[in-house]
Structures are given as structure tokens and as C-alpha cells.
């Protein structure tokens, strides 16, 4: 095994084995671009160490090589006090993780060598100051001494010598705190500072390595979902100084802009500095464009070289350079980072700069990233404070004043004023607070909670589960720590992080350019999925519609009985359970209003598919909780039923695991008259739009199956309503949610009579893991931080539990109808990782909110360019692939 | 499709073609027994019937052909006016369904054949006796005219005439009454009575094989967990008469007494009767030993008869006979229903006598019918009325005062009481009371419900989810529709099928003779998976010693901290939850209390495995719910703490889905100080039972594993424990409990640092479901009525769902590991068909509650039998066969 890598023996497509910037720095070394020489110990390497606390066999060897090489590149020596090798010893991994590791600079100098730097550079001061960084560095990193120590000494020093900023003392003060340096080190380490350059180099090395098993690398990963066992590579590299004087200098700079991309050469330098003084914020750099005026030849080539990098990478860079004494080097050069709207128009540029081609263009926009384009957010440079986290449950920011209960949230609502709906939880009964609310706040509950659920739905920004809000419902309050926040003061939520700041923040609105347009016709040429949505009223279907939704993927009816008309009837239909033809009579009542409903959504989808679920929630839902007492009052009134009566009943309905029990298919097989109704109305809905030369296409859904004879109960149920309303002129489906295990397990059976399935992952995700949405939030933010759970499954399907599962249910169903439609509603279907894997898998559609479209658009795009590149798995299946003459519909 | 065969074409391997009667009847006749001669009409024919409405093209000539081939035999017409043919038309399904579908008797007779049965009989009484019969039986059962028409016909005439009995009615009456029935069906149907005898026979056919879907049928099979769709055949038979005078008579024998099992000829007959006369009960039936004072050769011959059936059949026959005129007709043979203990003692006493082997023995023995002798149970001949049904939760019978909180029946039953603790549903709060209480009624919650689970564990019975029990705490009563009882009240509760009863019921103690022991001793030469069982006490270790089990498959430590004592100290575990010092320092006072318990155990299982579980419930378990106000109180004041306080952390621990939440593994990661405390407690008790000589085999088990990584952090704690403790000089697992769906899907990865794998089906069952065994009462009963569900899957394991779970979860940690030991303790474990799946996955053990263990031993046994046999399919694993030198333990 090679354990390391000269600059000139890799390449950009060594990621793997030399990190990122080993690899870029090697690609920029082949390509005869200015790079100080070095060579990168690899990731295997690092791998090892960690494993066998030691080096492979060879290692010793290599490293000695390697470094003579470098001498011999050079004409320097390590320790040689006339001329001595100075270098850099810095992490990289195959994945960024800017800050998270260690680096040593300098890494070379010693009481000897110092005096050598002093020779060739003349300049003491320099020299020294670079001295006391190193041992500052290598005694943070490497002997890990508490860093304040050499803060006070610093700041002691300064008061001592009067002076105000660090460019004030002079090279004897420097020198002098360089003792005092290695006096720190050896009273907290027992040791003396180490003078040997290759014992530094070899302690260095480790601390690096070492490095990656830190706390604080640990959570990046796991918040960054990248792999643990990837290992970090190690570069060593010759040092430049951009601090030698008035012609050397710093910078950093973007081959476009990244905030607009904008093409033009974007950056910032500073002279005579090094590369952290740019970044600390101390001196403010200079624009690029000033390089030009002061050293033109410099900027030139710099051109140049932003130039060559381009077309070479053919992707906008973030470049890092040098200048020494008038001498150009280059340091880094990695794929930069970009907003939404520059990753759109780079990538849209290139392609009409015939630098990329459209599928190329499709691969470089992030399909998460789209969601900055899709809700209000917090602008890029406000400031401010954060008073609580929670879980970024729906995207978007909002400002408003806070209320506790859905009420006051609609009345504040109507009289004009922004609110903010603070919950421990939320139920399907507040669904009017939130809809009147600019956005949701709950202490409980994860991103799959109701509210997390339903704001999603809205488009509608919400910060979920954040558990130090302790919310008095009593006082009209909630607390974080001591400070208190009480009802009608302001908050702003940013829920595309889960924040939780106290009053205004700046925002900017939603831009979609022509760019994004351009992206997303490219995207539904590739893809092979269809895209729906989860919609529950026209206008939400119309939100959709204008985001490129091609049909209804889950249309959930239960939060059409919650207006304040409807919710009286379902209540008397539930008072009236014992009495079947009560009951009968009640449920009637609500056809003609539900009939409305969905005259309204087909009108809206003429042409497109149409899923409607069929009653899901438990009864109880419908009702006022115990102990609501002026709720259960006010109704018992209402229905003429005494207040014990009513409470008897509400009582007999408690559950205690209620999403375990009397719901879904389970109420419409022992109270088969309210999906009767149901099936009737959508029915005579489809006539009537039918009639008026819509097109409809309504596939009716049951929810909760779990084994085949349910789904024939209900299916027997409907077909019984449906064959009363003679022939049928239009197409509809009969089909079922999958979101129980054992329907996976039994789909074959299934499959005989359903005409298509759709998964709820959110559901089939909680059965699978045993976790509850509602109480999960104890113990999983625990779980993620400790890195137990890689992913929050609730956020991006889990593929090898629950989606073994699918991919059972998929197999097992298309054994028994080859082409059986398969789909997927639950909220995973906007989310990229998942869009990919459901294209895997074989499914013809994905569905999610209607703000969540765009980004499925892309990602199923983006599924089938991975499959062709050997990313992805093949895909498994029969694709629905869209027919020529259908309409496509773009923002 | 051949439909019809004669008695003498069959044989008794036809039963699934000529259902069970007819095939017996096939073997008698093939064995030369004098069988009234008939045909049989298939049961394919029937479910071709059923599906088209109508016959196969060849059946019409081949019922023609069989008639006529009949009436030859008999040299009898059928419709002929001299000497008419006369048949009963009987169904009779591969499985015995009795009384469930319909019969019609002396079918032939019309007003011109009954001339010729009184010439020939010379008997006009009888003749019209049997006329009105026949039309009564065929108006009823055919015609479907409701029979409260005849009956009050019947009592109008005996009005009429002054009769007292039946028999008071002379001939002419019995015609006039003949003539009454007639125009009681031409009144009802609108139609004559049917005279052709050949449409007779075909409408009485039709009736029979529709009699197979006749609600009553239905629900029997349903109830039996028979299927729906192998349909009856119908036997057509000649006639003879047990009513024909003095010499004429009918009875029915056992070839041993079903009560007990002895060897010796039971039965009894009445003279000058048809069958039904013996079951009514008008007339006392006579022993049949004294038949052979009445007609020594008629019983001579019965006897021979019974001893060639008992030779030929190889196992006790229940056969029905008819002497007509002093000639000997055997009308049905089947194997006999017996006794628990009848079948113990006639299956070992066949095998001293040769007859059947030590294998054919286990398979005599119903292991569901063990239950009978481990449990005080309900005399066989009390009589008593049923106020309501729930579900046998747990076999046995008690009587006791009723009470409705744990507390009074602690202390009721100290002061000498017997009382029956009655709940809407327990908690581990209640466990004092459950254990004082002689039974448990519960009104919610099924088979898997705290008070079924603990009540079987404790061999204690309960009826649990008796629904139309309403229960006020506040009135101190429970209601059944208008019956209250009050609390001091006396009822009996039959846990075995679920009754419950007002006052008391005659009883009999369990008994268990030698015959048991010896089918267990066998059992355990034969079965290949081991049996441990689920006991959490000492005291319970020991009963399922006695019964034979070789294990602890689970040890509940929850349980354990439900004592006074220990409650409290749980409690300011969970009080200290913020603060890691106090915490750790509470949670250490339970160490102690934790090792005696297990040291108690340990010393009991000498020489066997113990799997201990680490604790599983959520915390909020072990505080008062939120509304017992005065244990709030009580505690507050206790652990110093204000009502408002101790209110809000209830509340924080409150959970919408607790089944769903912070339990198991999980509260084990994040408040790891508890399972390194019980850790500590086991492995030291082990030490100490281990210095004391006995033998310890301690195996950790981890609850509610759903990923490896989760494992692997409680493995770590485990671990850091036991390395403290310095070399183990005994053997000892870690490994998982399997009840989350996706440790199966994930249990190659999970195999990996797992010593064994122990399924809960319990949990599985439910999640693989999506219901809670708290919640699923209000429609799982309902379920089950409608057919949706064959089998409550909490009761016998769903194969095709659940089971394929399993499976897969066996192939996967045995990829990894091969020797991985696997077992199941939920309480499937003790469910025969249940354990017969389990041997075919191949797991090693199974462990089910102290009182089920020598049911699953037989269970066991009878899987590897029905596997040689071909009826199962091959098990599919290594097995841990019991090695030669460890003790066999029987009751």
C-alpha cells in the first residue's frame, strides 16, 4: 500500500485516496499551474493509523522519500539553519469540513532554523512573528495546551510593551514571546517544546490524523450525513509567505459570483498578510478588481489562471492564492459554494457556454438548495440573536406576534396582525390557527409531527420540537431559560434551520428567475418519475399545479370535517354511533359539502390524477378533549346530550396509543357508511366535472390496510355504492396507502384486487422503528448528535430498513400485476436522497407538498443522470414515462 | 370430475373428497360393517355448486345412476307405493362442525309411499310419526318455514286431544297432523308440499351444501379456525329405524370413556327411539351394559364390532348405532372427543397395548388441552348463566368478592378473602393486587394486554376485554346492560373460554396423573427445540422448573421495582433526571435489591440460561398518572417537591403513543447510569451464586433494538461494566430482544455483536400491524366475526406476515453468524401452532409463562412428528438438540 502521494503523482480523481484538496492540488500541479510543491499522505493511510495507533510497514520510508524529494525540489533542507524547508501540514478529506480539523503552518522553524529565515528574508520581525504562530499553532493542535494560555501571554505582553494592536510590537517583542511560548508548553506539558523539524512533521501528522476522531469533526459528519470511516488525508506542503512585505499578499476568489453567478471574477485580498488574517475580519481586503491597478502583471496571470481552471473544471471555483514578494502562487482550488439562485444560472450559463452539457447543468443545482428560492427567508447577512433551536420542519422564515391557542390566532389574524402560533403540539382542531398564523412554533414533536406536517403542506415556515420552550399555557407564555416571552410579543422563526430568535430579523421575498424555469424544463425532459403532490383544497392544488405538479398523490379529506359547519355533523355522526340509522342519516348530511370539495380539486386538475384517501383518524379527533370543559359544555348543549353522557363516550374513544388504533380502514370497515359516503361523493363529484367537459381521473384510496381481506371489505364497500351509478364514463382506480409492514409483507395478495399503491412513508416509518412522531423527539436529537442514527429517518427514507420493505412491497405487488402503478405520498417524496432511491426501486411517482415540487422535479432528473453515470442502482421497473402530448407545466 | 361415490367405493383417506362422515362410512363398509347402504356427493360437487349455481354436466346421470344402483341393493323404489326407498340426506364436512349445517330424516315419504311403509311395517303409527317428521324437518330445514309454525301446530292438537306427551297421540292424530304441516307450508311458501320424492331429495341436497354458508356455519368455523372454502359432502343414506317397536332402538357408545380414558365400552341407547330422542332428553337413556341384558347378541356383536374398529381405527371411536327389528346398524364412526386426561391416558394405554407408537401417542394429545389440567377449572357438568363474554385471556376458573382496586384486594385478600380484581385494564401499579386476587376482569384490552400477559405468567385466570362490562370506579359497580354488581359482590370468572358468571360455580382442581409425565417424558425424547419460559420471579423460576422448562427465556426486571420499597427509590430516579450526580447515586441504592433478585433466580436456574431483560417500560410508568391526585400529594410531600413540580414532570413525561416512545434501549442510551446498574447487578450475583457452587449461564438481553448501532452503544455499556469485574469465569451472553420490525430487516448487521436473538412477538405482532394491544379491542373482535381475520395474531403467530418477518431475521443473523442462538419469548411461545412455526424457522427455544411450558413441550414434539410426516415443512436450521447427560425435568 502507497501510503503517500507527491503533487505531481495524483489527480482530480483521486478524491477518494487523497481528500479534496490533495487531489486539486495535484490536478493544479499537472496542470503546470503555480502550486508550492508538497506530497499527501493518504486517506488509507489515516485509516490505518486510527485503526493500528501505527503505520503501515513502508511508512517510514515514504515519508523520509518524499521529504528528500522536497528538499531536493526546493534546494532547502529541514533544519538547515542557512536555508531551512518551512511547511504546512493541513487535513482534507474527500468531503469538505472547513474548520473541523487541524493545521499546522511554519511547521520547520526552531531556535536554529529561525536564524536562516532571518538571513534570506531580512526580515526579523517577520520572522519572529511567524515563529511565535507556529509554536502557538503546534502547541494548541499537537500538544493540545489550552489555547487562552497563549492568549494572556499575548495580551500580557501587549500591556507590557503598550501597545494596542498586534502589528504594533516589533520583532524583539515577538522573539521574546516566543520564549514565553515554549515556557507555557513546557510547564503544561511536563516537556520541552520539540526543536527536531521531523519529530514536529511526525507529531503533526498525528495530531491530524487524530483529528478526525474529534467531538467536534464527530458532529459535523453527523449533521453533515457524511461517513465516518472515510478517513482524512494529510497535505504537506512548502510555505509561502503572503506576509514578506508590500508585494506579497492574499486571497481568495470566485470564478463567479456566488451569490448571483453572476460571470465575473469575484474576490477579496489583503496585503502583506496571511491567509487567516483575510478571514479574522481584522483589516478589511481589498475587491480583486483593485490587484489589477496594483500589481497588474500579478492579476494577469491570475486571470489566467481563473481561466484555465474554469474550462478545466468546468465548474465555478473558489480559488485560494499567494503572493510571495511579487511571485503568484496557487494554494486551493475546490468546486465553490454557491446560492440557489447562482447555482441556477452558472449552471444554465455554462451550457449556453458550451462549457457543460444540460445534463451536466442538471447535476450541479442541489435539489435541497431550490428551497431558498421557494419561501420568505432571513437575509444572507442579517444579524442576530438565536434564543432557542428546534427542527427546521418547514422551510421559510416569518415574524409575528405570539399566541398560544388557534382562537386568538384567528382573531389576531383577521384584525391585520402577523402571528406567530406557539404549541406544545398542534391537532387536526388548530388547523385554523395555522392557517391564519405566518408561521408555527411547537415545543414537542419531529418532523413528521402534525404541525410539521401540515405546515409543509401550507408552504407555511415552522420550527418543531424545540425542547427548551417550555410553554405555560396558563400564564400565556413560554419560557427559554430566564427569558420570558409572553403572548403578543414578537418572534421571528427561521425554519429552514429550526431557529428561534427574539423580535424582527431582516427578510428577503421569494425570487424565481427565468434560470429556475430553464432548470426545470431541462429536468422533466430526464426524468422518468412522475411528480405529484399532497394537496387538500383547490388552492393549495393550484399552488402545486404552478409548481409543475402533475396530479394529486394524496388528498386527505378528514381536514374538510374541521371546518366549523362540517365539524358539527361528524360530531353528530360519532354521538350517533350506536344508532346505526341515526348515524346513517348524520354521514349523509356530509355528502353534499364533501361532493363540493371535490368538484373543486378536479376542476383544478382537469386532465391530471386525482388520489383521495378515505377517512383516516381516529374519531376521537373529531371530538373535544376531557378536559376542554367549556368545549365539552358548550357541545353537549348543542347535541342535547348530558355533559356525563358526553364525556362517557369521549372517554370510551381514548386510546392509548391512538395512532395504533381504531382508524383508517379499521373505522371504515365497522362504520362503513362514512366511506360509503365518501366513495359516493367523490363519485358524483367526477360525474358532475365530467359532465362539464373536465377531465377527471379520481383514484380512490384506503387508508391503514394491513392485510388483503380489509381491502376487500372496503373495496367491496365502494364497488357496492359504484355499480348503483351505472355505467362510468371516465377512468378510476381503487387502490390502497401502504404504510403498515405487514401490507409490504402481503402486497402479492394485495396487488390481486388493488388497481394501484401508493407508500406513506411517514407511518411506515414510525411501525418500522417503533418510534412515534409525537414522543420520538426525546430521545432522537439524542441519537443523531451521537451519531447512532446517521440520518432522522423521518427526514430521508431509511434504505435499509424501511426501504427493504418498499422494495419487498414493490417485487411482491408486480409479481402479481406487472404493471401496477406504485407511488409514493408520504412527505419523504420531496426529498432528494429519497427521490433517488424511489427511482431505484422501480415507483412511477413521487408526491409531496406542493412547495417541495421543483425540488422533486430535479431529483428525480437528477435520479436518472446517476443511474447513467453507475451512481445508482439500475432502476427496477417499468417506467410511466410521459407521453409526448401532455401538457407541461412549469413555474 | 367424478361427483358421487358409493359407500363401498370410498375409504376413510377420502375425508377431504367425502368429508369425515362419508369416508367413515366408506371404511365401515369396506371393513364389512353392517352399514345402511348410500352414496356420498363429493364435496368438490358442493363448492362447484356454491360458485355456479348449479351441478358438473355428468352429475344429474351419475345421481340417477347411484339411485337406481341403491334401489337395486335394497330391492326397494324409491316412490314406490308397495315397498318405498326411504334415506336420510346428512352433510358432513372434512372437519366436524356438529349441529352447525342441516339434516332431513325419512326423506321418500309422500301420501302414496306411506301406504306401503305401514303395510310393510304394519305399524300406522310409527309410519305417520315419521311422516310428520319428515315434513317438519323438510319444511324447515328446506323450505326454510319457521318452525315455531309446526311446534304450535303440534301443541294445538295435543290441546286438542288431551295429550299430555307425544306419546300420548295415536296414529290417526299423527295424520291429521301431517295434513296441517302440509298447509302450514302452502300457507308460508305460497307452494304445495313437494310429493315427487326425487325433487325432495334435490331440494334437500341444495339446502345442505347451502346450509355451508349459513350464518350460524360461518361464525362455527370462524370460531374453530376452520377454513371457508373446502365445503360439505352430503350422504345419502337408506333409512332404518330405531323406532320400530320393542325390538327396535338406537344408541350411541364410546370405545373408552371419554371422561377418563379407561378401557371399557361406554355408551348408552334407548329402545324404540330415532337418534334425536337420545340427545332431547325426554327419556333417560340406558347404560349400555345393559343392552346386554336386553339382547345378548345384538351386544355381542356391538361388542366385536368395537373391538375391530378400535384395531382397525388405532384410536377411541364415538360411534352411533340403530337396531331395527333386532338387526345391528352402525350409522357413524369417528375418533372420539375427549377429556385432557381421557386423551393422556388412552393414548400411553395404546401404546402398552401395542396398538398405535410412542410418536402416534404425542400426536393423540391436543396440546391446547393440556390447559384443562393445569388449571382449576369449571366442573364439566355445572350449570350456570353467562352475564357476559370477553376474551380467555388466561385459563382457569375463580370465584371471589369482586373489587376494583389493587389496594382492597391486597388487603382483602389478607384478611382471608377471595376477590376478583375488576379494571378497565391494569397496570404494573395494580401487580399487588393482581397477585392477591384469585382472577382478573378487565373491560378493554386483548390477549396481549398487561392483565392477559401478567395473569398467564402468574397461572392465574382472567377474562380480559369483556366489552359490554362498563365499569364505574366512582360507584364502586360494574354494570352488564341492566345487571349491576357492586363491589363485595360474589362472580366466578372462566378465564378458558372467557366468561363471566354471577355468584359460584362448582369447581375441580387441576390433577395430573402418571399418564401426564409420561407423554412429557416422551415429548422431550422427541422435540429438537428447547423450552424455557418467561418468569421473573424466584418463586414463578420454580413452578416452571417443576413444569419442565429448561431456561429462562425472559426475566421482566420492571416488575421487580413495582415493590414499595423500590418504587420510591425508582421514583427519585426519575425525580433526578436533570442532574447526573443525583441521578447516578439513586440508581445506585437499587443495585443491592437488584443482585438479591437475581441471585434468587440464579440458585432456582442452576444449571439452565437465564435471560435477563434490562429494563424496558417508560419512566412515566413508575409515577402516578396525572389525575390520581392524592398520590401526587403523597409523593410530593415524600420527595419534597411542590404538587406543581412533580405535576409538570409527569406532564413532560407524558406521551401521546407511550408504546411509541422513550423506552427500551432508548432510555437505556440516554440515561445510561440504570443499565450499567443492572448490569453491574446481574454479573455480580452471577459471581456470587458462581462461588457458591451452582452453575450460572446469565444472558443480558436488550430491549426494543430497531438499529445495530443502538446495540452497539448499550453493548458498550455492558461491557464497560462487566471488563471492570475482572475475568468471568463463567459463560455469558449479550444479546436483543427482536420486536421492532426493523431489527429483523437489520439483523445481519445486528448479529454481528449479538450473542442471541429472542423474538417478542408481542411487540412484533403489533407493530407489524399497526395495532396496540390496548387500543385493538374495538375492532379486532369485529374483524374476526366479519372473517377479515382468521386468527387473533396476538394469540397464534401471523406465519404469512409476522412469520415472514421472522424468517427473514433468521436467514440474516445466521448469514453473519450460523451457530446464532435463537429464540421466542413472547407468549406465542406456548401457542401450538405457534411453536410448530417456530420449529420450521429452525429457532432454538421457545419460552412462554410457567403454566404453558408443557404445552409448548408437546407442541414441540408434535413439530418434529408432523415434519417427518410431511406435514410441516422442513425446519430449516441447526439445531441445539439436548445433549445426553442433562437432566430431564418433569412435573
Redesign the interface.
Known amino acids: 500500500m502507497k501510503t503517500i502521494y507527491a503533487f505531481s503523482e495524483g489527480s482530480k480523481k483521486m478524491k477518494d485516496l487523497l481528500g479534496g484538496k490533495g487531489a486539486n492540488l495535484a490536478e493544479m500541479t499537472r496542470l503546470g499551474l503555480p502550486v508550492p510543491p508538497g506530497f499527501t499522505l493518504t486517506t488509507e493511510t489515516c485509516l490505518y493509523y486510527l485503526e493500528h495507533e501505527g503505520y503501515p510497514e513502508n511508512y517510514e520510508q515514504e515519508l523520509e522519500d518524499k521529504l528528500q524529494e522536497l528538499e531536493q525540489n526546493m534546494g532547502q533542507k529541514f533544519g538547515n539553519v542557512e536555508d531551512p524547508l518551512l511547511v504546512s501540514v493541513r487535513s482534507g478529506a474527500r468531503v469538505s469540513m472547513p474548520g473541523m480539523m487541524d493545521t499546522v503552518l511554519n511547521l520547520g522553524l526552531n531556535d536554529d532554523t529561525i536564524k536562516g529565515v532571518i538571513e534570506k528574508t531580512g526580515n526579523e520581525r517577520f520572522a519572529y512573528d511567524s515563529y511565535r504562530r507556529f509554536v502557538q499553532m503546534f502547541g494548541d493542535v499537537v500538544l493540545e495546551v489550552p489555547h487562552h494560555h497563549f492568549e494572556d501571554a499575548l495580551t500580557t505582553i501587549k500591556e507590557k510593551k503598550g501597545a494596542r494592536l498586534d502589528t504594533d510590537l516589533k520583532a524583539e517583542d515577538w522573539m521574546e514571546l516566543v520564549q514565553t511560548f515554549k515556557q507555557i508548553v513546557h510547564d503544561t506539558t511536563g516537556n520541552p517544546f520539540p526543536e527536531d523539524p521531523k519529530k514536529q512533521l511526525r507529531l503533526s501528522i498525528e495530531a491530524v490524523f487524530k483529528s478526525w476522531n474529534n467531538k467536534r469533526a464527530i458532529t459535523y459528519r453527523n449533521l453533515n450525513g457524511i461517513p465516518h470511516n472515510i478517513g482524512t488525508a494529510v497535505n504537506i506542503q512548502t510555505m509561502v509567505f503572503g506576509n514578506m512585505g508590500d508585494t506579497s499578499g492574499t486571497g481568495v476568489a470566485f470564478t463567479r459570483c456566488p451569490s448571483t453567478g453572476e460571470n465575473m471574477f469575484y474576490g477579496e485580498y489583503l496585503m502583506n498578510a496571511q491567509g487567516e488574517d483575510v478571514v479574522a475580519g481584522i483589516r478589511t481586503p481589498e475587491p480583486l478588481t483593485k490587484l489589477g491597478e496594483v500589481m497588474p502583471d500579478v492579476y494577469k496571470e491570475l486571470v489566467e489562471i481563473r481561466d484555465q481552471l474554469e474550462d478545466h473544471y468546468r465548474d465555478m471555483q473558489d480559488l485560494e492564492f499567494t503572493i510571495e514578494k511579487g511571485r503568484l502562487f496557487i494554494l486551493q482550488t475546490r468546486d465553490g459554494k454557491r446560492t440557489a439562485q447562482a447555482a441556477l444560472r452558472i449552471a444554465v450559463e455554462m451550457v449556453e457556454e458550451k462549457l457543460i452539457t444540460k445534463e451536466d447543468a442538471l447535476l450541479r443545482v442541489d435539489p435541497n438548495q431550490l428551497k431558498q428560492l421557494l419561501h420568505p427567508s432571513i437575509a444572507m447577512d442579517a444579524k442576530y440573536d438565536v434564543l432557542a433551536k428546534g427542527l427546521p420542519a418547514s422551510p421559510g422564515a416569518a415574524t409575528g406576534k405570539v399566541v398560544f391557542d388557534a382562537d386568538t390566532a384567528a382573531e389576531w389574524a383577521e384584525e391585520g396582525e402577523s402571528v406567530i402560533l406557539v404549541r406544545k ?1 398542534t391537532s387536526p382542531e388548530d388547523i385554523h390557527g395555522m392557517h391564519a398564523a405566518q408561521g408555527i412554533l411547537t415545543s414537542t414533536g419531529g418532523n413528521t409531527s402534525h404541525a410539521a406536517v401540515v405546515c409543509r403542506g401550507m408552504g407555511k415556515c415552522c420550527v418543531a420540537g424545540a425542547g427548551e420552550v417550555i410553554v405555560d399555557y396558563k400564564k400565556s407564555e413560554f419560557r427559554v431559560g430566564d427569558t420570558v416571552i409572553k403572548k403578543g410579543e414578537e418572534i421571528t422563526l427561521n425554519g429552514t434551520i429550526g431557529e428561534v430568535i427574539v423580535g424582527q430579523v431582516e427578510m428577503c421575498e421569494p425570487e424565481v428567475s427565468g434560470y429556475f424555469e430553464t432548470i426545470m424544463l431541462w429536468s422533466d425532459d430526464v426524468r422518468e418519475m412522475r411528480v405529484r403532490t399532497n394537496a387538500d383544497t383547490p388552492e393549495d392544488c393550484q399552488v402545486a399545479r404552478d409548481f409543475g405538479a402533475e396530479g394529486i398523490g394524496l388528498c386527505r379529506t378528514e381536514h374538510m370535517f374541521f371546518a366549523e359547519d362540517r365539524i358539527a355533523i361528524m360530531r353528530e355522526v360519532i354521538l350517533a354511533k350506536d344508532d346505526e340509522t341515526r348515524r346513517a342519516k348524520a354521514v349523509e348530511k356530509l355528502r353534499p359539502v364533501q361532493k363540493e370539495d371535490f368538484v373543486g380539486i378536479f376542476k383544478v386538475m382537469n386532465g391530471f390524477p386525482v388520489t383521495i384517501r378515505l377517512l383516516d383518524p381516529p374519531l376521537h379527533e373529531f371530538l373535544p378533549s376531557l378536559d376542554a370543559h367549556e368545549k365539552i359544555a358548550a357541545l353537549s348543549k348543542e347535541m342535547g346530550l348530558s355533559v356525563d353522557d358526553l364525556k362517557k363516550i369521549i372517554g370510551n374513544l381514548h ?8 382508524r383508517g380502514c ?2 371504515g ?2 362504520c362503513p357508511e362514512l366511506y360509503a359516503m365518501q366513495v359516493r361523493a367523490i363519485m358524483q363529484a367526477a360525474f358532475e366535472c365530467h359532465e362539464q367537459g373536465i377531465t377527471v381521473i379520481p383514484e380512490i384510496e384506503v387508508p ?1 390496510i ?2 388483503f ?2 381491502f376487500k ?1 372496503v373495496h367491496k364497500i365502494a364497488m357496492d355504492v359504484i355499480s348503483k351509478l351505472g355505467e362510468i364514463p371516465f377512468e378510476y382506480k381503487i387502490g390502497t396507502m401502504i ?4 401490507a409490504c ?2 402486497a402479492h395478495k394485495i396487488a390481486e384486487k388493488a388497481d394501484f399503491l401508493s407508500f406513506g412513508t411517514n ?1 411506515l416509518t ?7 412522531r ?3 423527539g ?2 432522537l436529537a ?2 443523531i448528535e ?4 446517521t440520518d432522522d429517518p423521518t427526514e430521508t427514507i ?1 434504505q ?3 426501504g ?2 418498499m422494495q419487498t412491497c414493490v417485487n411482491l405487488g408486480r409479481e402479481t400485476k406487472p404493471d401496477l402503478e406504485i407511488g409514493i405520498c408520504g412527505e419523504h417524496g420531496g426529498e432528494p436522497r429519497s427521490v433517488e432511491f424511489c427511482h431505484t426501486i422501480g415507483l412511477d411517482y413521487v408526491s409531496c407538498s406542493p412547495y417541495r415540487v421543483p425540488i422533486a422535479r430535479l431529483a428525480a432528473a437528477q435520479a436518472v443522470l446517476k443511474e447513467k453515470a453507475g451512481e445508482l442502482a439500475p432502476r427496477k421497473a417499468r417506467s410511466l414515462k410521459k407521453t409526448e402530448n401532455e401538457p407541461a407545466t412549469v413555474y
Open positions: 403540539e386510546e392509548i396509543n391512538p395512532m395504533l388504533g381504531h379499521r373505522l370497515i365497522t391503514l394491513g392485510e381481506e380489509e371489505a404504510e403498515i409492514p405487514r409483507l402481503t407511518d414510525q411501525l418500522t422503528y417503533g418510534y412515534s409525537d414522543d420520538a426525546s430521545f439524542h441519537y451521537a451519531g447512532i442514527l431509511d435499509i430498513g424501511v427493504s420493505l
